[in-house]
């Protein structure tokens, strides 16, 4: 197991237990030391990388200042491909999240899943958080692809994967994702390269 696989499975496992400063000195150091090397082994460009950041940003943004309190959503891009997760109360609220996010530049492709519904709970959260974290460390310990070549998000027990992959990559992905305690479903956001 590498230096940096390692850093970011411990990150992973304490990020739970961390209060908020500790939070943010951890991750400024992990990410300090290892954005570099992650940048360096993703399959996006590095433009393409805080091209995404950039997205994320200006949509929890834009989010935040149009619906406030009223949503709970997550925005997670990869490749310019934004997956939304997470909560509204209508119908209406859910697509107006996405009528937001389209208008920003750079984005490809949106795959809207946010749920009609209240927000979750803390308790889901830190489910779903738990959830990834599982996941992640069978995808370690399983060596069958590059960690860092398929992102996790974890929703009310649904767990979403992207990433830039193989499909052969993608599949051994969505078995190991499938086969962990608490997954209620997988859903393959990928693009793929074969």
């Not at 150091?29 to 992650?38: N, S």
């Not at 399959?43 to 091209?51: D, N, Y």
Request: hydrophobic share 40%.
């Amino acid at each position: 197991m590498t230096n940096i696989n390692r850093n970011w499975l411990l990150l992973a496992l304490l990020l739970p237990t961390l209060s908020g400063c500790e939070v943010f000195v951890a991750t400024g150091i992990i990410t300090g030391v290892g954005t570099g090397l992650a940048v360096s082994e993703d399959r996006r460009t590095s433009g393409t990388f805080v091209e995404d950041e950039g997205i994320e940003f200006k949509s929890a943004k834009y989010i935040r200042e149009k619906l406030g309190a009223n949503v709970h959503v997550n925005v997670t891009s990869f490749n310019r491909n934004v997956l939304l997760t997470g909560e509204a109360p209508t119908e209406a609220m859910k697509k107006e999240v996405e009528n937001l996010i389209k208008d920003i530049s750079n984005v490809r492709n949106i795959t809207n899943e946010i749920a009609v519904a209240n927000a979750s709970t803390l308790i889901s959260r830190s489910n779903d958080m738990l959830i990834t974290t599982k996941v992640k460390g069978r995808f370690l310990d399983g060596g069958r692809f590059q960690i860092n070549h398929v992102k996790v998000v974890t929703e009310n027990g649904a767990v979403y994967l992207l990433g830039l992959v193989k499909r052969q990559e993608a599949e051994s992905a969505s078995e190991i994702a499938s086969s962990t305690s608490g997954v209620l479903k997988v859903v393959k956001v990928f693009e793929y390269l074969d």
